[in-house]
């Protein structure tokens, strides 16, 4: 470096920032915070401000070879000089806008399509604020490509600027040193050619970070096919998520009947696992029977087996829906005499009830002739 | 505007701004070839080259593309995550350098066009100076004598 060099040095980091901590909640809100549109025209920024200045570096190279065909002498090389030191200077900053430009599209392209995956990823408007939810993966892959895109553009930016200026005269006050002013508190660069950081180097702004929801103490409200609100405590909820077990337990107290008795089933104990009648809907088979008395259907009792094992079909199986019908207690007597004294009643003569309709009975007349051979 | 000055050695190889190799040169001797009047027509194209690079004040700030500080400043656009903070801290330093020395370098060409026009008013006083010397030397002596030196013979002969 010439000491007649003054050097901007660019701070850079390019250190690997984890995004496994992030939830998809959090990482939709921060995509949701930028804006690579504005990102673009930051690139056409310095992309016509690179042009602006290789236009100024041509006009004073065009004036540099009038003057030369034009005077002669120390005096004339010199200012020939410091004109070549400001084309140069010009071109340098030009080259440099240029990367940066460079470095800008990349950055912006990669928040484009990192906004545009992050549409893409289920989850609908309420992302998961558990980081360790799948949807979150997903947003953390798509954060982590980001961040690899920037540390790239990082890199491609450049890593100083540089002009080389001939000392000036205080001939007349700049328009620079006016409009520094009215810019704000921006000071001169470091002189000298050092690369000693500027007085007005811009600091660098903390990052802000969504913070997690807190988890709701209750379920969503989300409405149910059947009117029941989630308050009801008959409704389980069994959304895991969040990654929390449920506290209540899975086994409900039995549904309420009509006449206040607790319906249950024949042979089955609970309803454990059996859709709640509608609220409104009438019993499509009712069975009268006395208050107190055992259900029609087998009676039964707690989960694991009736409590009444002497009673007839206590806790022995159950009836389900769509299973047939069921019969009463003297058809099952009835059928038990049947079946098992067959020789006091002999045999019926029926046909076998899988052949009806199809099986002819044999014709004793009837000789096939194969025995007189 | 304070900085933005150094040496004017002419440049050396091995630069982070590296000098142009064909730059036009008009030796070391001589004079003029076509008169003052070029020094002052350079000197009014760098005059209009910095009026042209003026700084672009708000409103219509981003409007007036490629003029000094035009570049946009960036601020939640790269995101407010720690990457996207490391990006506009670095597009952030690019902008205020840009701006120094683009200032710098617009703000050093009035000083360039001020130089060429001393020099112009140098030459031009000098250029006078020199004819009234010239006049002076070819004028009559203060006794009357004409300084100039005769080419006619005491004898009347040429």
């Known amino acids: 470096m010439r000491a007649d060099e003054q050097c901007y040095p660019i701070e850079k980091s390019v250190d690997v920032e984890p995004t496994w901590h992030f939830s998809a909640f ?41 003057l030369a065909g034009a005077w002669r002498g120390d005096a004339a090389g010199d200012s020939l000089g410091h004109l070549r030191q400001y084309y140069a200077s010009a071109r340098s900053l030009a080259a440099d806008c240029r990367a ?10 990669a ?22 939810s799948i949807e979150s993966v997903k947003y953390q892959q798509v954060l982590a490509d980001l961040n690899r895109a920037y540390r790239e553009a990082i890199t491609l930016a450049p890593n100083q600027l540089a002009v080389a200026l001939p000392p000036r005269d205080r001939v007349e006050e700049d328009m620079w040193a006016e409009g520094a002013r009215k810019e704000g508190p921006s000071d001169a660069p470091h002189p ?25 103490t209750t379920p969503p409200t989300i409405p149910r096919m059947d009117g029941r609100s989630q308050d009801d405590p008959r409704v389980r909820h069994d959304d895991l998520s969040n990654g929390d077990v449920p506290q209540e337990p899975l086994i409900h107290p039995p549904f309420e009947s009509d006449d206040g008795q607790h319906t249950r089933l024949a042979g089955a104990g609970e309803v454990l696992g059996s859709s709640p009648p509608v609220p409104g809907s009438q019993n499509p088979n009712p069975v009268p029977r006395a208050a107190g008395a055992p259900s029609a259907y087998g009676g039964g009792g707690p989960i694991g087996g009736s409590a009444d094992r002497t009673r007839p079909g206590g ?52 000789d096939d002739g194969d025995d007189d051979l | ?61 981003w409007e007036r593309r490629g003029a000094l500080g035009a570049v946009r400043l960036l601020d939640s656009e790269p995101g407010l995550w720690a990457s ?30 001020a130089r060429l026009e001393r020099s112009a008013d140098k030459y031009e006083h000098a250029d006078q100076t020199n004819a009234e010397a010239v006049g002076a030397a070819a004028g009559p002596l203060p006794d009357g004598t004409p300084a100039a030196p005769r080419v006619v013979g005491p004898d009347g002969r040429f």
């Open chain 1, 26 to 66: 959090q990482i939709s809100y921060l995509l949701r915070a930028t804006n690579h549109e504005v990102m673009f025209e930051a690139a056409k920024d310095y992309r016509d401000t690179a042009d602006s200045l290789d236009r100024t570096a041509e006009e004073i190279r065009r004036g540099a070879v009038d």
């Open chain 1, 100 to 109: 940066s430009a460079a470095a800008m599209v990349h950055a912006a392209s």
């Open chain 1, 111 to 132: 928040l484009g399509l990192a906004r545009y995956r992050a549409a893409q990823v289920p989850g609908g408007p309420f992302p998961s604020t558990d980081p360790s």
């Open chain 1, 192 to 216: 000298g050619g050092t690369a000693a950081p500027m007085p007005n180097m811009p600091a660098r702004l903390p990052p802000v970070l969504p913070p997690n929801p807190p988890k709701p």
């Open chain 1, 315 to 366: 806790g022995v199986g159950g009836w389900m829906p769509g299973s047939g019908p069921h019969l009463d207690q003297s058809d099952r007597e009835r059928r038990y005499y049947l079946n098992e004294e067959p020789d006091v009643w002999g045999e019926p003569e029926s046909v076998p009830s899988i052949l009806y309709g199809e099986f002819t009975p044999p014709e004793p007349d009837r």
């Open chain 2, 1 to 61: 505007m304070t900085g933005a000055q150094a040496s004017a050695d002419g440049g050396a190889a091995g630069s982070s701004v590296p000098m142009p190799l064909d730059w036009p040169d008009g030796g070391r001797s001589g004079g003029f070839a076509v008169g003052p009047r070029v020094l002052r027509d350079v000197a009014r194209e760098m005059r209009r080259l910095a009026a042209d690079n003026q700084p672009a004040e708000p409103p219509g700030k």
């Open chain 2, 84 to 113: 996207g903070r490391s990006f506009q801290h670095v597009h952030a330093q690019l902008r205020e350098g840009l701006m120094a020395f683009h200032g710098a370098l617009i703000g050093g060409l009035p000083a360039v066009a």
